[in-house]
């Protein structure tokens, strides 16, 4: 097993979500089933599974970013470091301040390259905090150097995101503009289904090299890519979870027959 | 057998009913084609038309630097007549400005509560009752600056006369308001949703997100909103003929009584000689607004292309 996680800051529970009899409907359907779910700290869980099955909306839940739609309604609880975040007193800007997430596209905010990095951080520090332009272009170049673009970018912070930059680049640019707060969790939703191959692998490298320092929770349409790029693998099928293993294992031998059959193409 | 046999039926069917087609669609290629283009015509008639009836004006008679640069404008007087145009632009241009003054800050403010903040039914019956502030006729509102105002002010500021740069420009910043406000709103919903998610996912609130994604990135978009509602004010006449007091004036304050551009030509074009230079010097102010709300209309224009593009 992964150990990464005793180099990281002490924390009372090796459990970084954990969603206890989730139930979600959007309008009068629902998606989700009594959800339960212990996804490990440090660690790369990716969900698989058919379309509508639940994944992204498992993954939207996990900072709230589902309730933007308006028409949602959720019973049961998930803990994210054994908050319960959908109790009354939590805030949502110190929920998000925890749990990052990425995007199915590329999305940099229509503002510099160097205001995209900062962006959380301004919004997060506190009022009596000063920071000077040294400490956040500091803060920039660590967030930047992480993802390894900063040798790409560093003679154009100042000019619009989007200028110049591949969607690998810029989708490396979405990652970057979670770190500066630190957050714990980082979601990603299929990150890589806008990139081609080669943008592809070095996302997947990128997200294998975070894993550890944060515990990430993967959704991916291509199962390929769960084996390579995770530890631990949920399928869920029809809002339900199905099978909740190591990755190595669940390819190799599944315990479920609606598993094997989606492993081996025969649905999905 | 039965495949080939439906085959050729359909390319036989498929024959025939692309020869009536290819008529119709011809014919209402050319009827499209005739209306889309009239307008392009009307536009440059009205041009010319105007250009024309104030062309013998322009090129022989007018003394630039008296036309631009007097404040007298006495297009009647019998040894003297004179005919500058300053005290008019200074009167259409004080009430726009004071109307933008009024109108831009509410209009955006409206725009963002009806686009960023409003939900379901309130947005609904917000953006019906801010159709229904366009649809008043401008006569109405020179009504109102008329029989209600004027007291008004009169009587809360304690001057002789309402009528006067403060009535008219807040009655015609009220009638800018619902168009700045339609055209920011189409601004603001033009951003893609994804910014504010990816805002609100980094944990910003909805105020931080209109303030610092959503603004920055229509900001082009309201501009032109407001470019088109300075247009609208320099356009206007009824309500400005009917509020402005419309006595020839370089106002100094806002109680002064002014008189627009738009209204001298409105009330006196009826009572000059067709052809005499007093009518020519008139269309010759239609000319001069013609071409400053072309420039606007233009520039708003090229400044929401621009905001496309980017």
């Known amino acids: 097993m992964d150990n990464s996680t005793a180099t990281q800051k002490p924390l009372a529970s090796t459990i970084a979500i954990r969603a206890r009899n989730l139930n979600l409907w959007y309008g009068s359907f629902q998606a989700l089933f009594d959800i339960n779910l212990e996804i490990k700290q440090g660690m790369i869980t990716s969900m698989i599974g058919p379309s509508g099955c639940g994944k992204s909306t498992i993954l939207r839940s996990v900072d709230r970013i589902n309730e933007r739609l308006g028409y949602v309604r959720i019973e049961g609880a998930i803990e994210v470091l054994d908050q319960n975040i959908y109790a009354p007193e939590v805030e949502l800007a110190q929920l998000r301040k925890q749990v990052g997430m990425v995007f199915q596209r590329p999305n940099p905010l229509p503002i510099s390259l160097f205001d995209n990095i900062i962006f959380g951080h301004r919004i997060h520090r506190a009022p009596n905090e000063k920071y000077s332009k040294q400490d956040e272009s500091d803060i920039v170049e660590a967030a930047l150097r992480k993802v390894l673009l900063w040798d790409k970018v560093k003679d154009r912070l100042h000019s619009k995101a989007t200028v110049g930059l591949s969607l690998e680049e810029q989708q490396k640019l979405c990652i970057a503009r979670l770190l500066p707060v630190k957050p714990t969790v980082l979601l990603m939703d299929e990150p890589c289904s806008a990139l081609d191959p080669k943008g592809t692998a070095a996302v997947e490298e990128l997200i294998w090299e975070l894993r550890g320092e944060y515990s990430i929770l993967l959704v991916t349409h291509n199962m390929a890519q769960a084996r390579r790029a995770s530890e631990e693998c949920i399928f869920l099928l029809m809002g339900r979870v199905v099978e909740h293993r190591e990755t190595d294992q669940m390819f190799m031998s599944p315990s479920c027959q609606e598993t094997a059959n989606y492993i081996e193409g025969r649905y999905g | ?310």
């Open chain 2, 1 to 310: 057998m039965s495949g080939q046999h439906t085959d050729a039926a359909l390319a036989e069917n498929a024959g025939d009913s692309l020869d009536a087609n290819w008529y119709i669609d011809k014919l209402f290629q050319g009827v499209m084609f005739v209306c889309g283009i009239s307008a392009v015509l009307f536009v440059l008639g009205i041009f010319a038309f105007v250009f024309a009836e104030g062309a013998e004006f322009v090129i022989k008679t007018i003394n630039w630097s008296q036309f631009l640069l007097s404040p007298r404008w006495a297009p009647t007087s019998d040894y003297n007549p004179t005919y500058g145009i300053l005290a008019l632009i200074a009167g259409t241009a004080s009430i726009t400005v004071l109307a933008m003054a009024v109108a831009v800050p509410f209009s955006l403010g409206a725009a963002i509560f009806i686009a960023e903040f409003a939900k379901g039914r309130t947005r609904e019956v917000l953006k019906i009752l801010i159709e229904l502030l366009a649809a008043i006729p401008s006569v109405v509102w020179g009504f109102i600056g008329l029989a209600i105002m004027n007291p008004w002010i009169i009587e809360t500021f304690d001057v002789p006369i309402g009528l006067n740069v403060l009535n008219c420009g807040l009655i015609l910043g009220l009638m800018a308001a619902p168009i700045i406000t339609s055209i920011a709103e189409d601004a603001l919903k033009a951003v893609p949703d994804t910014y504010r998610e990816a805002s609100e996912a980094l944990g910003a609130s909805r105020w931080q997100t209109t303030a610092r994604v959503v603004l920055p990135a229509a900001k082009n978009g309201l501009l032109a909103a407001v470019l088109l509602g300075v247009g609208r004010g320099f356009g206007e006449t009824m309500a400005v003929l009917m509020a402005s007091g419309h006595s020839i004036n370089l106002p100094s304050s806002v109680f002064d009584s002014v008189r627009a551009l738009t209204a001298t030509i409105a009330a006196e074009l009826g009572e000059t000689a067709v052809g005499s230079e007093h009518y020519q010097a008139l269309f010759t102010i239609g000319i001069f607004l013609f071409t400053i709300t072309f420039i606007i209309n233009m520039t708003a224009d090229w400044i929401i292309r621009g905001s496309k593009k980017g």
